[in-house]
């Protein structure tokens, strides 16, 4: 039975669809469950006691809402709390880190750059992870502040978005950088304009791939992959204005969906 249940996956806000639509794509057949936490968006200028205790809020309603697994869309909400969250829950759950191995493996340069939070970039588990790459690649780190309340008012092309992805590509791009890593589940909603602005001769790691690979392996490793033979259903929770959020989520799933909302406080 529990292999019909859903995944549940939650961000500090939209930026886990990033996330999502790659779990969607390879899961077919399973239910999602998704949350934004619009209201306490971003996470990036939280403390980690403050996001550990969403992440764990969120969490209980996930397996309340009969999560089989849960998925921690969110970069900075994965520094901050997986440790805890695996210590405090049972069930499979997944978190989501910058791409840096599969960076430094694609670099020719030898020098790369990452896009991220603050909070992520300052981590103890970020910075453990980049010193297994150092000193045979560069890291180059670069916040973003301002990205994700961009993603978050779907501002994804505009001239002042543009302007704050070329303030902070640009000095990547100085530093010699030939592959960047979207640190954040919300940055892949921006690849076109970045791309637009970097050209091709520079990889953009998305690690959304890589996260719904993670999660087939852990379901499949666990017995929990659904073996419904129908399309999966898509059911959607916020903290936040629920009619903002539902056309947010509908302009980025690409579809009609309706979106709940989440008394959590
Ligand atoms: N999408 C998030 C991440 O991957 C959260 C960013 C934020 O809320 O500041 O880091």
Known sequence: MTRKKPIGIFDSGIGGLSIARRIRDALPNEDILYIADSLHAPYGYKTPAFITQRSIILTRFLIENGAKAIVVACNTATVSTIHQLRTEFSLPIIGVE????????????????????????????????????????????????????????????????????????????????????????????????????????????????????????????????????????NLFYTSGNPDKVETAINTLWGAQNNVSSLNSD
């Not at 637009?196 to 001769?201: L, P, T």
């Open 98 to 233: 910058p791409g840096v191995k599969p960076a430094a493996e694609n670099s020719k340069t030898g020098i790369i750059g990452i896009l991220a939070t603050e909070r992520t970039l300052q981590s103890e588990s970020f910075l453990h992870l980049s010193n297994r790459f150092i000193p045979a690649t560069k890291v180059e780190l670069q916040p973003c502040p301002g990205f994700v309340e961009q993603v978050e008012k779907l501002d994804l092309a505009s001239d002042e978005t543009r302007s704050l992805i070329h303030r902070y590509v640009q000095p990547l791009l100085d530093k010699g950088v030939d592959t960047i890593v979207l640190g954040c589940t919300h940055y892949p909603f921006l690849i076109p304009l970045i791309k637009e602005m970097v050209g091709e001769n520079i990889s953009v790691i998305d690690t959304g791939y890589a996260v719904a690979k993670e999660v087939k392996r852990r379901l499949g490793i666990e017995s929990l992959l659904s073996s419904s033979t129908d399309y999966g259903n």
